[in-house]
Nanobody, 124 residues
Framework: QVQLVESGGGLVQAGGSLRLSCAAS????????MGWFRQAPGKEREFVAV????????THADSVKGRFTISRDNAKNTVYLQMDSLKPEDTAVYYC?????????????????WGQGTQVTVSS
């Protein structure tokens, strides 16, 4: 059983930056691809980014490409989401998730474990 705890959310002005962290415990972190998802008010939860278990490959949603960067430190059992040039439409609860599927997938159903989420609010 893997437990995931997100941190680093908050209120930021448009154009600013935040760095989210997700700390994992209770399992072998380096076995899992790690993803970030987000859910804005009144909307479905959507894919943001994913990083392979080794850290060698990443995929980002088109809406965040060039502004957000996912990374991981397997020695610290932590995955990060660096968010730059934030926009009001990035306002959402951000979730990290762990996938054992090994597919670098965007599909939420392929993720085995989820964190509780951290709120990011971008003011205009």
């Amino acid at each position: 059983q893997v437990q995931l705890v997100e941190s680093g959310g908050g209120l930021v002005q448009a154009g600013g930056s935040l760095r989210l962290s997700c700390a994992a415990s209770g399992g072998t972190f380096s076995r899992y691809d790690m993803g970030w998802f987000r859910q804005a008010p009144g909307k479905e939860r959507e894919f943001v980014a994913v990083i392979m278990w080794s850290g060698d490959y990443t995929t980002h949603a088109d809406s965040v490409k060039g502004r957000f960067t996912i990374s991981r430190d397997n020695a610290k059992n932590t995955v990060y989401l660096q968010m730059d040039s934030l926009k009001p439409e990035d306002t959402a609860v951000y979730y990290c998730a762990a996938s054992a599927a090994g597919l670098l997938t965007r599909l939420q159903t392929s993720y085995n474990y989820w964190g509780q989420g951290t709120q990011v609010t971008v003011s205009s």
